[in-house]
T-cell receptor, first 112, second 117 residues
Framework: GNSVTQMEGPVTLSEEAFLTINCTYT??????LFWYVQYPGEGLQLLLK?????DKGSNKGFEATYRKETTSFHLEKGSVQVSDSAVYFC???????????FGKGTMLLVSP | GAVVSQHPSWVICKSGTSVKIECRSL??????MFWYRQFPKQSLMLMAT?????????EQGVEKDKFLINHASLTLSTLTVTSAHPEDSSFYIC?????????????FGPGTRLTVL
């Protein structure tokens, strides 16, 4: 079956630090991969996505590259801000299916 | 972007009562909506797929008589937790794919925190 594994949080960083949140997946076929972000008190928002191997998704300074050989989709940002504090979810959508499979989420806390 | 709302945002009820949670797509129509349940420090677990004009499709292990889903219109789906018990306490989230984008982009509601005493 499909599964997504994320690093456990919380991840605590100072402002302007480099961020990496690891995500690996198990799936048959060729899934699309996503990162969602959930700010306090809000719903999940799509942060970025990649639909095939070697694609790089990017948005708001965040990046993630679809690595088929390592079945990974790690989220990175070069310089985090306090406003990036949120919970980040890695997810996959397998081809032919309509439902997302989520990781457990990783809380990011950025201090000034 | 597309907006999905949920009501109420939180609810506390006594054991044995029923609770209804609404999910609305505010600026787009959704023939399909998804209901998730999220436990603390856990991932979102898909409970069921709500289909406008037809019966919902439940995931394995989800009691359809316990979690009643009604997709009455193209903008509204409701989840009713019947005879709620403390183990039903959780965070319930709905989502809807926006028309024209296929299933590659879903829009999520802010969630409803249910506490059963």
């Amino acid at each position: 079956g499909n599964s997504v594994t994320q690093m456990e949080g919380p991840v605590t960083l100072s402002e302007e630090a480099f961020l990496t949140i690891n995500c690996t997946y198990t799936a048959t076929g060729y899934p699309s991969l996503f990162w969602y972000v959930q700010y306090p008190g809000e719903g999940l928002q799509l942060l970025l996505k990649a639909t095939k191997a070697d694609d790089k998704g990017s948005n708001k300074g965040f990046e993630a590259t679809y690595r088929k050989e390592t079945t990974s989709f790690h989220l990175e940002k070069g310089s985090v801000q306090v406003s990036d504090s949120a919970v980040y979810f890695c997810a996959l959508l397998n081809s032919g299916y309509s439902t997302l499979t989520f990781g457990k989420g990783t809380m990011l806390l950025v201090s000034p | 972007g597309a907006v999905v709302s949920q009501h109420p945002s939180w609810v506390i009820c006594k054991s044995g009562t029923s609770v209804k949670i609404e999910c609305r797509s505010l600026d787009f129509q959704a023939t399909t909506m998804f209901w998730y349940r999220q436990f603390p420090k856990q991932s979102l677990m898909l409970m069921a797929t709500s289909n406008e004009g037809s019966k919902a499709t439940y995931e394995q292990g989800v009691e359809k008589d316990k979690f009643l889903i009604n997709h009455a219109s193209l903008t509204l789906s409701t989840l009713t937790v019947t005879s709620a018990h403390p183990e039903d306490s959780s965070f319930y989230i709905c989502s809807a794919p926006s028309t024209g984008t296929g299933y590659n982009e879903q829009f999520f509601g802010p969630g409803t925190r249910l506490t059963v005493l």
